[in-house]
């Protein structure tokens, strides 16, 4: 079983901050089924796109979207097995639900596939207001 929980969504004013987190329990405690992990998010009437994925390999390859680059943070602590979102200088338009998703291989069509992660957590709710 491969267990994905969210943490540390809210509201903020613009030019502000948030840290996500993601807990991993079960198989995706290890690296078996969660090679691949990271943050999607999904505003209203959008559609879901990817924010930045980690590689939980020895190189520790990070990716991000255009969109956020420079601005959020993907990190991951193995200790702990907990995946975070450092969100900085955030936009009205990074209002969204923000999904924790993990993935044994490379997906198939790039990091930002989210088609081919099969592990998703609940969600947590991002507001930023103008």
């Known amino acids: 079983q491969v267990l994905l929980v969210e943490s540390g969504g809210g509201s903020v004013q613009a030019g502000g901050s948030l840290r996500l987190s993601c807990a991993a329990s079960?198989?995706?405690?290890?690296?078996?089924?969660?090679?691949?992990m990271g943050w999607f998010r999904q505003a209203p009437g959008k559609e879901r796109e990817g924010v930045a994925i980690?590689?939980?390999?020895?190189?520790?390859?990070?990716y991000y979207a255009d969109s956020v680059k420079g601005r959020f943070t993907i990190s991951q602590n193995n200790g702990e097995n907990t995946l975070s979102l450092q969100m900085n200088s955030l936009k009205p338009e990074d209002t969204a639900m923000y999904y924790c998703?993990?993935?044994?291989?490379?997906?198939?069509?790039?990091?930002?596939?989210?088609?081919?992660?099969?592990?998703w957590g609940q969600g947590t709710q991002v507001s930023v207001s103008a």
């Open positions: 998703a993990a993935t044994a291989g490379w997906p198939a069509g790039g990091p930002f596939d989210g088609t081919s992660y099969p592990y």
């Open positions: 079960g198989a995706a405690s290890g690296n078996r089924y969660s090679k691949y």
């Open positions: 980690i590689y939980r390999g020895g190189s520790g390859s990070t």
